[in-house]
């Protein structure tokens, strides 16, 4: 067969052809997929929840969304066994951080989940389990409330990972940031009013190296 | 031509990352391990097996002077849709090829083998060629992800073959990336004689 001549209306009926087409195949397996995909969105944020809670059950109540200090967003999951917070870090070592950490009704880390990171695989990426319970950087049980968590180069009494400080630092930030959208949430509760509102400023900025 | 032949082609005479020298970003940024590898090898191949396929079809349809728009937006529907079906169906893979997925898009290797093969054979030549190409990619993308991650962590496919702490992290990174492939294609080379 021979090809269509290159004419302008040839071209024009060609292309918006073939993009109706693209787009209606599109539009069809989008509704196909749309289903799964926000199942496996709720499933990853469910497990990730009941993780940090250390639960199996954590039905999420409430969500809120809040920004702090610097604009990042922050959103809050208040559920039947505690809350859980997710808390974004801009200054990792390669780009954004994400973490979900959850409080217990007293304010101190129950668990954590790194959601998303870019750190060096080997050195930053250890985050997700540096910090865990019976690591080197144990952080769980620690209330940022009582005193901010910062690592012990900085003054502070938790471990940095080994070659891996800025990440160490920014993950802890987000960590400090999670709690104060947390004791703000408590604040507006009327539960604790004057020592939650003291913990609700912002961070202190820190310097990187 | 023989099917078989198409297949071969693609597979070591023509191999996109060893001979073609195409679709050098994917290559060097997906292959941190050797599964990563592989999924990114077989989500090209899966894309370049429709798109010369559709694109064989539609071939004489098509005016001259408006190919290049009309490839990439059959190219693009196809990778759009794959990314949905990977986030709905393989989401864990999804998470850690992300942003490489939609850069399949702009992959010289599926537009190339659309303008150089597609374009002038019928729709089985074509996706023999799609086959052969993507077979070669990924065997390719596997590979370099296995010596990364065997050298790297000391794993292979997630099976420990050594102690991580006598891993170079080196080859995990950036610049492992592009030693690896030099002895590769440096091997590859001398060995197959093309």
Same mark, same amino acid.
């Given at each position: 067969?021979?090809?269509?001549?290159?004419?302008?209306?040839?071209?024009l009926?060609? @292309?918006?052809?073939?993009?109706?087409?693209?787009?209606?195949?599109?539009a069809?397996?989008?509704?196909?997929?749309?289903?799964?995909?926000e199942?496996?969105?709720?499933?990853? @944020?469910?497990?990730?929840?009941?993780?940090? @809670?250390?639960?199996s059950d954590?039905?999420?109540?409430?969500?809120?969304?809040?920004?702090? *200090?610097?604009?990042?967003?922050?959103?809050?999951?208040?559920?039947?066994k505690?809350?859980?917070?997710?808390?974004?870090?801009?200054?990792?070592?390669?780009?954004?951080?994400?973490?979900?950490?959850?409080?217990?009704?007293?304010?101190?880390?129950?668990?954590?989940?790194?959601?998303?990171?870019a750190?060096?695989? $080997?050195?930053?990426?250890?985050?997700?389990?540096?910090?865990?319970k019976?690591?080197? $950087?144990?952080?769980?049980?620690?209330?940022?409330?009582?005193?901010e968590?910062?690592?012990s180069k900085?003054?502070?009494d938790v471990?940095?990972i080994?070659?891996?400080t800025?990440?160490?630092?920014?993950?802890?930030r987000a960590?400090?940031?999670?709690?104060?959208? &947390? *004791?703000?949430?408590?604040?507006t509760?009327?539960?604790?009013g004057?020592?939650?509102?003291?913990?609700?400023?912002?961070?202190?900025?820190?310097?990187e190296? | 031509?023989?099917?078989?032949?198409?297949?071969?082609?693609?597979?070591?005479?023509?191999?996109?990352?060893?001979?073609?020298?195409?679709?050098?970003?994917?290559?060097?940024?997906?292959?941190?391990?050797?599964?990563?590898?592989?999924?990114? $090898?077989?989500a090209?191949?899966?894309?370049?097996?429709?798109?010369?396929?559709?694109?064989?079809?539609?071939?004489?349809l098509?005016?001259?002077?408006?190919?290049i728009?009309?490839?990439?937006?059959?190219?693009?529907?196809?990778?759009?849709?794959?990314?949905?079906?990977m986030?709905a &169906?393989?989401?864990?893979?999804?998470?850690?090829?992300?942003?490489?997925?939609?850069?399949?898009?702009?992959n010289?290797?599926?537009?190339?083998r659309?303008?150089?093969?597609?374009?002038k054979?019928?729709?089985?030549?074509?996706?023999?060629?799609?086959?052969?190409?993507g077979?070669?990619?990924?065997?390719?993308?596997?590979?370099? $992800?296995?010596?990364?991650?065997?050298?790297?962590?000391?794993k292979l496919?997630?099976?420990t073959?050594?102690?991580?702490? &006598?891993?170079? @992290?080196?080859?995990?990174l950036a610049?492992?990336?592009?030693?690896?492939l030099?002895y590769?294609?440096?091997?590859?080379?001398?060995?197959?004689?093309?």
């Amino acid at each position: 067969m021979k090809k269509l001549p290159s004419t302008l209306p040839n071209m024009l009926c060609v @292309l918006t052809l073939i993009s109706v087409i693209a787009a209606g195949a599109l539009a069809y397996v989008n509704k196909m997929t749309a289903g799964p995909i926000e199942e496996n969105k709720a499933r990853t @944020l469910a497990e990730g929840i009941n993780t940090v @809670l250390s639960v199996s059950d954590a039905q999420v109540q409430q969500t809120t969304e809040v920004e702090d *200090a610097n604009g990042n967003p922050v959103i809050l999951y208040a559920t039947d066994k505690g809350m859980a917070v997710q808390a974004i870090d801009p200054n990792g070592f390669g780009g954004t951080l994400k973490v979900l950490v959850g409080f217990s009704d007293e304010g101190a880390i129950k668990g954590y989940t790194v959601l998303e990171h870019a750190e060096t695989p $080997g050195l930053g990426a250890k985050a997700s389990f540096w910090f865990q319970k019976g690591e080197k $950087g144990d952080i769980i049980g620690k209330n940022p409330g009582e005193k901010e968590l910062t690592v012990s180069k900085d003054g502070g009494d938790v471990d940095a990972i080994t070659a891996s400080t800025i990440t160490s630092r920014a993950f802890l930030r987000a960590v400090n940031v999670a709690f104060h959208a &947390y *004791a703000g949430a408590s604040a507006t509760d009327a539960q604790s009013g004057a020592s939650a509102q003291q913990h609700a400023k912002a961070a202190p900025p820190q310097g990187e190296e | 031509m023989n099917y078989l032949k198409i297949l071969w082609n693609g597979i070591l005479k023509e191999n996109p990352t060893f001979v073609l020298l195409l679709g050098m970003c994917p290559t060097l940024g997906t292959t941190s391990s050797a599964v990563n590898g592989m999924s990114m $090898g077989l989500a090209t191949m899966a894309v370049l097996i429709f798109s010369n396929l559709i694109i064989s079809c539609i071939k004489s349809l098509i005016p001259d002077q408006v190919r290049i728009p009309s490839y990439i937006v059959v190219i693009a529907s196809l990778v759009t849709a794959l990314q949905m079906f990977m986030q709905a &169906y393989t989401p864990e893979v999804y998470k850690t090829l992300g942003l490489f997925i939609p850069l399949i898009v702009v992959n010289c290797i599926i537009l190339g083998r659309a303008e150089a093969f597609a374009a002038k054979n019928g729709p089985v030549e074509s996706i023999f060629d799609g086959l052969g190409i993507g077979l070669g990619f990924t065997i390719a993308l596997t590979l370099l $992800g296995g010596i990364r991650e065997l050298l790297g962590t000391g794993k292979l496919f997630g099976a420990t073959l050594y102690s991580e702490n &006598y891993g170079m @992290l080196l080859f995990v990174l950036a610049p492992g990336a592009f030693i690896a492939l030099g002895y590769l294609i440096a091997i590859v080379k001398k060995t197959a004689k093309i």
